[in-house]
């Protein structure tokens, strides 16, 4: 996906956010800036955070020290005013559970000036969700679409999605992801996503947020990640590294080595053309890969989130 042109002050701007719930510090010092028309990916571990950052941007939660905006204004102090721009589809279901899809039209529809019917309409009927049937014994995956819809029929400036795959099928993922995310990109509005599903939005998001131990430890464009981030693998069978390629690699951002049957790997986050020939220099041939989202976040947190 092309990065979306964008313009005018951020969107969301957090400064220095911190988060504590007694003596635990789940969220430290975190700061980030979100221009208008991109999709920001934050990634993690269950436990790293991720919720807790949607429940202060979204105004829910009182940071215990530094500030979230949107829109250029407090998000804690001013939620009424950003929700009426914004778009939500939350973790956890917030809709009447004795309501029916087409009830939910009707109600949503009274309390938002910009509700588009066409969309949450279109988007019930494409996936096939029952109508008559109260939304507290749907699926679990149609709950989530109807979710979906009410979020994408208020015509949001913003939308927030957290880990919004969770129950749908195969199917729904590629179309949310792929037709509705970039959909909105291309209409220049912002998309706040967090997810486990590494795969679904590696190619659709225009900037990486991952969350460990508390800390934002990545926060780079797609196309920069990609470029930054490298394995290396060579014949070198000796038990420990020597010092010198220790040298070498450690310019290079070394996060992570590992001994193999054929050899040594090492992941980098700073790959450089020039470091490498002085690596080749020494252990003869260096195969140079790409990696995946999913390959940079176990490089960075340690196992794929579950």
């Given amino acids: 996906m092309t990065p979306t042109e964008t313009s005018g002050a951020p969107v969301i701007t957090i400064e220095g956010l911190t988060v504590q719930y007694g003596q635990v510090t789940v969220i430290d010092k ?20 991720k919720t807790s950052t949607v429940r202060c941007l979204l105004g829910q939660q009182k940071p215990t020290s530094g500030s979230v905006s949107l829109f250029g204004e407090d998000a804690w102090r001013h939620r009424a005013r950003a929700m ?44 096939e969700v029952p109508q008559r049937i109260s939304y507290s014994r749907l699926s679990k995956g149609e709950k989530r679409l109807v979710s979906l819809a009410v979020a994408l029929a208020t015509s949001p400036e913003l939308l927030v999605l957290d880990d919004p795959t969770l129950g749908l099928d195969v199917v729904v993922r590629k179309v949310l992801f792929e037709e ?11 998309v706040f996503v967090t997810t486990h599903d590494l795969a679904g939005i590696e190619g659709i998001a225009d900037r990486f947020g991952i969350l460990h131990g508390g800390k934002l430890v990545l926060d780079e464009a797609s196309d920069a990640l990609k470029q930054k981030f490298r394995g290396l693998c060579w014949p070198h069978r000796a038990d420990e590294l020597s010092e010198t390629i220790r040298t070498i690699l450690k ?15 090492a992941t980098v986050t700073d790959y450089d053309e020039a470091m490498l020939h002085r690596l080749r220099e020494i252990v003869g041939t260096v195969g140079v890969k790409s990696l995946s ?6 490089a960075l947190c340690g196992e794929v989130v579950q």
Wanted: hydrophobic residues 40%.
């Fill in 84 to 127: 009426g721009k914004m778009g939500v589809v939350p973790e956890i279901p917030d809709i009447p559970p004795e309501m029916t899809t087409t009830q939910v039209e009707s109600f949503c529809r009274s309390l938002h000036a910009r509700w588009a019917r066409g969309i949450y309409v279109g988007l019930i009927e494409r996936f």
């Fill in 180 to 190: 509705l995310i970039g959909d909105l990109a291309d209409r220049n509005t912002t």
């Fill in 251 to 265: 310019p290079m951002g070394l996060i992570q080595t590992k001994a193999t049957e054929f050899g040594h790997e």
């Fill in 293 to 298: 989202l999913e390959e940079i976040f176990v």
């Fill in 30 to 49: 975190m700061n980030l800036s979100i221009p208008r028309g991109l999709v920001y990916a934050l990634l993690g571990r269950n436990g790293s955070g």
